[in-house]
């Protein structure tokens, strides 16, 4: 049987590194810092919905605390990440790396719309319809970002320190 014939393609981008230049010790940050702002876009879902079984005002604030902080923890990761997608050739000349970004500052806008409406107004105001809605939409956006960064490291190898000894 004949061994595959590898493409020219991908001989050209399996060339390049795929060394972090953001890191601590060998571990990227970008990956690091992406669970907080994942957590919180979750949770001001929860939240919001929580506020529309219950009523309880508190579930508003609690809204408000985690989408803001999800917005803002999303622009430190995300500058890791930027720098990472910009700095490592490796990665730059991934697709999978660019769906990555665009589906995560996709997320980190709809997430900064949704605490910016919540701040401006009456946060109870807000959570029916729009608050929710925009809480589901980050949700997902968060599943569209996470895909495609799981992709870089399950498929491409992205951010997997391998010992030189194995």
Not at 23 to 44: E, Q
Not at 62 to 81: D, K, P
Not at 133 to 158: Q, T
């Amino acid at each position: 049987m004949a061994e595959p014939v590898a493409s020219p393609v991908t001989e050209e981008v399996n060339k390049h590194d795929l060394g972090s230049t953001i890191a601590v010790a060998g571990h990227p940050i970008h990956a690091m810092m992406v669970t907080f702002p994942i957590a919180l876009v979750i949770s001001t879902l929860g939240a919001d919905i929580f506020y529309w079984y219950t009523a309880d005002p508190f579930w508003t604030r609690a809204a408000l605390w985690a989408s803001g902080f999800a917005f803002f923890l999303g622009i430190g990761a995300s500058i890791a990440g930027t720098a990472e997608l910009l700095l490592v050739p490796g990665i730059r000349v991934r697709a999978a790396s660019w769906n990555h970004a665009i589906a995560a500052i996709t997320m980190l806008s709809i997430a900064g719309l949704n605490w910016g409406v919540r701040f401006a107004g009456d946060a109870e105001a807000v959570v029916l319809p729009l608050g929710l809605g925009l809480s589901a939409l980050a949700s997902l956006f968060v599943g569209i970002a996470g895909w495609h960064g799981g992709k870089l490291v399950f498929d491409h190898g992205i951010g997997i320190m391998v010992s030189s000894k194995d």
